[in-house]
């Protein structure tokens, strides 16, 4: 069965650090795209960061350039996102999501999100 | 950026009626909009991709349209698991941006 599950969410102050984790099962990372989108409260949803499946090509949204990094261990099945200097407008709910095709595009099919409250 | 805005932002169905969901693009995105539902404390799920084509397991009273900047989603005859969130989104360009949602609920 094809599955995505994701960790590492939690409460963080201002200025901290958070990694999270996407562990996918079912196929493999290196036939998919796979992208970061996450959700604030009352907000719409917001594409984070995206990689293709060669991972030679990466994307981020403007709002977290410099800030946010994705990466994965192909032997671990295992895609994340280090973030760094997060601000109180980070706090959403992440889910990771595998593309349909080699090229980031859509989110066919997501994981069950992980939590991210940036406070004080 | 690309604005997609749908409308309207709640739309009030009876069981059984059909809905349509408008979603438009501040510029021509071609055919690359994908619809999907999300249902309280739920992740979003796929259900059109390339405007028109149902993804894998959608029901097929769930039909997608348009290209260019409008596109519209048609639920023709409302089960009561339709009642939920619709978001659209373009990937013609980078950033992928999702439209701000229509909410259907029971009327």
Same mark, same amino acid.
């Given at each position: ?32 795209? !796979? ?15 995206? !990689? ?26 295992? !895609?994340?996102?280090? !973030? ?37 | 950026?690309? /604005?997609?805005?749908? *409308?309207? $932002?709640?739309?009030? /169905? *009876? ?6 969901? *408008?979603?438009?693009?501040?510029? *021509?995105?071609? %055919?690359? /909009?994908?619809?999907?539902?999300? +249902?309280? &404390? ?6 059109? #991709?390339? $405007? %028109?084509?149902? $993804?894998?397991? /959608?029901? $097929?009273? @769930?039909?997608?349209? &348009?290209?260019? =900047?409008?596109?519209?989603? =048609?639920? %023709? ?5 339709? @009642?939920?969130?619709? #978001? ?9 941006? @999702?439209?701000?949602? =229509? +909410?259907?609920?029971? +009327?």
């Amino acid at each position: 069965e094809v599955e995505l599950k994701e960790s590492g969410g939690g409460l963080v102050q201002p200025g901290g650090s958070l990694r999270l984790s996407c562990v996918a099962s079912g196929f493999t990372l290196t036939n998919y795209a !796979m992208n970061w989108v996450r959700q604030a409260p009352g907000e719409r949803l917001q594409w984070v960061s995206a !990689m293709s499946a060669s991972g030679l090509t990466t994307y981020y949204a403007d709002s977290v350039k410099g800030r946010f990094t994705i990466s994965r261990d192909t032997s671990k099945s295992t !895609m994340y996102l280090q !973030m760094t200097s997060l601000r109180v407008e980070d706090t959403a709910v992440y889910y990771c999501a595998k593309d349909m095709d080699i090229v980031v595009q859509i989110g066919a099919l997501w994981g069950q999100g992980t939590r991210v409250i940036v406070s004080s | 950026e690309i /604005v997609m805005t749908q *409308s309207p $932002a709640t739309l009030s /169905v *009876s069981p059984g009626e059909g809905a349509t969901l *408008s979603c438009r693009a501040s510029q *021509s995105v071609s %055919s690359t /909009v994908a619809w999907y539902q999300q +249902k309280p &404390g739920q992740a979003p799920r796929l259900l059109i #991709y390339g $405007a %028109s084509t149902r $993804a894998t397991g /959608v029901p $097929a009273r @769930f039909s997608g349209s &348009g290209s260019g =900047t409008d596109f519209t989603l =048609t639920i %023709s005859s409302l089960q009561s698991e339709d @009642f939920a969130l619709y #978001y659209c989104q373009q990937y013609n360009d980078w950033p992928l941006t @999702f439209g701000g949602g =229509t +909410k259907v609920e029971i +009327k």
